[in-house]
């Protein structure tokens, strides 16, 4: 089992920047993928970005290429999603999400096995 605990959810204006972070604990795999999900009332589930353990080039959704970054501190078991330049349209809960062990990654959430609460991110025009 894997527990994971999201947290940096706020209210900004459009054009700010948050910092989300999510703590992993329990049984972490040296190969394994974590990824960052968003979802807002009325719309699927979407992978915004995901993270192979051994370091492969992360995988970005297209609406936040170039504006998001995923990226994982080892020592502190924390995976972090930098969001710049936000628009009012990323604002929905984000969600954390890792799968078991894994040598490859996608943006697929039936792929990841164990998912955080969610943080808020509101972004207002």
């Known amino acids: 089992q894997v527990q994971l605990v999201e947290s940096g959810g706020d209210s900004v204006q459009a054009g700010g920047s948050l910092r989300l972070s999510c703590v992993a604990s329990?049984?972490?795999?040296?190969?394994?993928?974590f990824g960052w999900f968003r979802q807002s009332p009325g719309k699927e589930r979407e992978g915004v970005a995901i993270?192979?353990?051994?370091?492969?080039?992360?995988i970005y959704a297209d609406s936040v290429q170039g504006r998001f970054t995923i990226s994982r501190d080892r020592a502190k078991n924390t995976v972090y999603l930098d969001m710049n330049s936000l628009r009012p349209e990323d604002t929905a809960m984000y969600y954390c999400?890792?799968?078991?062990?894994?040598?490859?990654?996608?943006?697929?959430?039936?792929?990841?096995?164990?998912w955080g609460q969610g943080t808020q991110a509101t972004v207002s025009s």
């Open positions: 999400a890792a799968t078991g062990l894994s040598n490859r990654c996608d943006r697929e959430a039936s792929r990841f096995n164990y």
């Open positions: 329990g049984d972490t795999a040296s190969r394994m993928c």
């Open positions: 993270i192979h353990t051994l370091g492969h080039s992360p």
